[in-house]
């Protein structure tokens, strides 16, 4: 089965304090992927990665960067957190749609994050 | 972005009643995937939907891809307890992005 580990489950941090979301992925899948999951609002697409060291914005990328080193690793970094940015963050991965592939993602467990 | 809009955004029914739920897009879409997620736990897809038309089952559930491309509808029947998460549509923007719904949450009263 894919296994996709994001390192923390639960962050609590302050305003203006730099956090990074680590998640990992076993299944050689070329795409990751990182969401934001608010009540009301779905799942929204902050940043997303094809390959390593590459990286394309989503629909929400402000006050949001990633880094993709290596192809199992896609970290999902606050630069200076802010109390908008309390949310679950949902890293997924998948490889690109083919035949006999859905492209489907397969999600980690989520990490919730609270800015004081 | 994409807009997928998913109703009803929540359901509180009783144990053995059917459900149903639907997502619409602004665009067309050659793939509709419903997902459910369990609390605490990320998103596990459900049923993926590759036609206009088509409809799949998976157990007490049944999706079925809308003819005009720009929606599906999500049915569960008999339910009970551990169908409780929220399911979420979505659909391909690119080869490699997916969109997702807004999310219906359901609650099962024993």
């Known amino acids: 089965d894919v296994k996709v580990t994001q390192s923390s489950r639960y962050l609590v941090k302050r305003t203006g304090e730099k956090v990074f979301l680590e998640c990992v992925q076993d299944?050689?899948?070329?795409?990751m992927f990182w969401y934001r999951q608010d009540p009301g609002l779905g799942l929204r697409l902050i940043y997303f990665?094809?390959?390593?060291?590459?990286?394309e914005k989503g629909d929400i990328p402000e006050g949001y960067s990633v880094s993709r080193e290596k192809k199992e690793r896609f970290s999902l970094i606050l630069e200076s957190a802010s109390t908008n940015q309390t949310s679950m963050y949902l890293c997924?991965?998948?490889?690109?749609?083919?035949?006999?592939?859905?492209?489907?993602?397969?999600f980690g467990e989520g990490s919730r994050l609270t800015v004081l | 972005g994409q807009q997928l809009n998913q109703s009803p955004q929540s359901m509180f029914i009783q144990e053995g009643e059917d459900v149903s739920m639907n997502c619409t897009s602004s665009?067309?879409?050659?793939?509709w995937l419903w997902y459910k997620q369990e609390p605490g736990e990320g998103p596990v897809l459900l049923i993926a939907?590759?036609?206009?038309?088509e409809l799949t089952s998976n157990g007490r559930l049944t999706a079925q891809f809308g003819i005009t491309r720009k929606d599906s509808f999500l049915n569960i029947s008999a339910s009970i307890p551990s169908d409780v998460g929220i399911y979420f549509c979505?659909?391909?923007?690119?080869?490699?992005?997916?969109?997702f719904g807004t999310g219906t949450s359901l609650t099962v009263i024993p």
């Open positions: 990665s094809y390959d390593v060291k590459m990286k």
């Open positions: 979505a659909g391909p923007w690119t080869g490699n992005q997916f969109y």
């Open positions: 299944m050689d899948h070329e795409n």
């Open positions: 939907l590759y036609k206009a038309g």
């Open positions: 665009s067309i879409f050659n793939t």
């Open positions: 997924a991965s998948s490889l690109p749609p083919a035949d006999g592939n859905t492209g489907e993602l397969f």
